[in-house]
């Protein structure tokens, strides 16, 4: 963006728009690497010899991919309301900024709430071990109406059959190891293996911004002293 914004200032071009798109998956071939990165593990390095291992990827089903276009975001208009600055260099970075978070914005509202997503961020709700199935779906139905609430995007399967939808991801993470099934005398409880967390993190990361300001506001409740807050103050905290 700061190159982009260099070559406009030296009149490049009239003007120049950004397309925002956003690209969301069920599941991904690299979603064990991209946990084990959220670790602080290295990345490893990609070998001539893994194009041999492509055959057992496309032989597995990952599931749907959802692309979703937001609207250009034009250089020229962005830079005229970009005020305030006292130095040029202040102006510059004013910009870029203010690039950077409309795009991030747009990019956002066209993120697709998958049921994997939506089941791992019913998971890790409590932050325990393992949670009870009533307890699952109870979150996994108040995270959903929330999500409809903002009138966020849904993936088909979440539209048609949202119980059918959950219980298809519980077995997807199943089968992957992610997550332990147990039928107890009380019922049946889903257990989360420590090393298994940040799997379920990637997974809740592709919906985590939806939650955003719920959680902003939550904790503004949570800190006050007063059983009765204005909407008025809460806004301005």
Known sequence: LSIYS?????????????????????RIPEEKSYAAEEEGKSKLKERTRDLLKLTKVFR???????VYLDQPISWQETNSANTGATTEVERKTKLVRRLA??????????????????VAS???????????????????????DYIRWKAGKLSQTLLIDPKGSMREALHQFEGAS???RHHGLVGTFFEIPEKKRNELNFFKNFSIH??????????????????????????ED
């Not at 978070?101 to 939506?118: E, G, H, W």
């Not at 307890?135 to 995270?143: F, G």
């Not at 939806?210 to 204005?230: A, E, K, T």
């Open 6 to 26: 260099d070559l406009m200032e030296q009149k490049a071009a009239p003007d120049i728009h950004f397309l925002p798109v956003s690209i969301t998956y069920d």
């Open 60 to 66: 597995r089903r990952y599931g749907r991919i959802y």
């Open 101 to 118: 978070d409309k795009i991030s914005f747009a990019i956002n509202r066209q993120v697709v709430l998958t049921p994997q997503s939506l």
């Open 122 to 144: 019913a998971l890790l709700w409590s932050g325990n071990a393992g949670v009870a199935s009533p307890q699952l779906e109870q979150s996994y139905d108040e995270l959903l």
């Open 178 to 180: 992610i997550i332990k």
């Open 210 to 235: 939806r939650y955003v300001s719920l959680s902003l506001f939550s904790n503004l409740l949570w800190i006050s002293n007063s059983s009765l807050i204005p909407i008025r103050q809460l806004m």
